[in-house]
């Protein structure tokens, strides 16, 4: 666990080993062992009704994560219909199957701009949201305590657009409460349960680009300004939604994770995907491309730190969120994940077996 006290040691030893091996030439990926050998969790997002209701999905998943992070189920829409109840249903059966399953689970998300109920749109003072905040984290991080591990904190601080560093995005918790909210929900979330890992997770911080190096400035601005206030923050959650049309910055994106790791925070990659909206429509040559990309990006991540844990968002081309943003103009399937429509492994899931993945049964 992260508040394990022999954490300063160990990561002092894994920033140098991390610079060591940056030094060297690029080293052929290796299995995925952390500190004291523990293998590095692999596993996916998962969609909660289809665990319970689908016997080929479910299977899926328990052959190939050790680690599971809901896709959604624990988002303000999903559990808080009114500013007095809770829904904690898929909650519960999430972290019933994962102790089951013997999986680590990861709860997302605390605090988002994104699927929130209206009533937590229309919060009207620093008052109300301080209140809201309090109450949702206490009591969700509360229940949960012990049994999930990991909680993606805060979701997507930062713009869309990162002009200046210091800038953040205009979501009703910083309207209402400016940057110390973010402080704020971290002391709630730790509070709630001392065990559990916090994560700020962003998407947009892997590519080449000026719009996204102003992005990492964004994160890294963001982060030291946390760790001053003394808040406490455990890891940066890098989302990893990689395009096909977008290359990694492999120099940048290695410079930035040397960084975090400077700040004494861990990396998680937390919901790895490739949009392949705008690759060939050639299958195999389709998959060979997304794999390639996933490769760059977890060929930097390693090669500069252990990162707690690798989580695609989602397992199977089957069930995907990315034709709800990313359609194909001819029309074909989306293919983003390491497995296919009929859960057989793609070259992707090829790769993350590279770096450490397992098949569990
Ligand atoms: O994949 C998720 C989709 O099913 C939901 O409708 C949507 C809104 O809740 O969220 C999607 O997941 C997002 C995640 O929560 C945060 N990072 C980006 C993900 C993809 O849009």
């Known amino acids: 666990m992260l508040n394990d006290p022999t954490i300063d040691r160990r990561d002092a030893l894994r920033h140098v080993a991390g610079a060591i091996a940056c030094a060297a030439v690029s080293p052929p990926a290796r299995a995925a062992t952390g500190e004291a050998g523990r293998a590095v969790p692999f596993g996916s997002a998962v969609q909660i009704p289809w665990l319970v209701d689908n016997p080929e999905y479910r299977a899926a998943i328990v052959r190939h994560c050790s680690i599971i992070v809901p896709e959604g189920g624990l988002k303000w829409l999903d559990m808080r219909p009114d500013p007095k109840s809770y829904w904690f249903g898929l909650g519960d059966q999430l972290v019933d199957f994962g102790a089951r399953h013997d999986m680590q689970v ?6 988002w701009h994104g699927a929130l109920p209206q009533w937590a749109k229309e919060l009207g003072s620093a008052t109300e949201a301080t209140h809201a905040l309090s109450d949702h984290i206490t009591k969700v991080v509360g229940r949960y ?5 990991s909680w993606d904190v805060i979701n997507e601080p930062l713009p869309e657009d990162q002009q200046t560093p210091n800038e953040r995005r205009t979501s009703i918790w910083y309207r209402l409460l400016g940057e110390d909210y973010i402080a704020l929900a971290l ?23 000026a719009r996204f190096e102003r992005k990492r400035a964004g994160m890294l601005d963001l982060l030291e300004k946390v760790k001053k206030s003394g808040a406490p923050v455990h890891a940066l959650g890098l989302q990893g939604h990689l395009r096909g049309e977008r290359d990694i910055d492999r120099p940048g994106l290695a410079r930035f994770i040397r960084e975090v790791r400077g700040l004494g925070l861990d990396i998680v990659v937390t919901e790895l ?50 034709p709800d943003y990313f359609k194909r103009r001819d029309k074909l399937p989306n293919r983003p994940l390491p497995l296919d429509e009929n859960y057989a492994a793609k070259p992707f899931q090829r790769v993350l077996e590279r770096f450490g993945a397992k098949v569990r049964n």
Do not use: K, Q
């Open 106 to 111: 990861r709860g997302h998300t605390l605090v």
């Open 145 to 149: 305590a012990g049994r999930i591990a």
């Open 273 to 322: 995907d490739v949009m392949d909206y705008s690759l060939p429509g050639d299958v195999a040559e389709r998959d060979t491309a997304v794999a390639a990309r996933a490769a760059a990006l977890l060929d930097v991540v390693f090669e500069n730190c252990t990162p707690r844990a690798v989580l695609t968002w989602g397992l199977s081309d089957r069930h995907v969120w990315v």
């Open 187 to 209: 002391r709630l979330a730790n509070a709630a349960d001392p065990r559990a890992e916090l994560v700020i997770n962003e998407y947009d911080l892997e590519f080449v680009g």
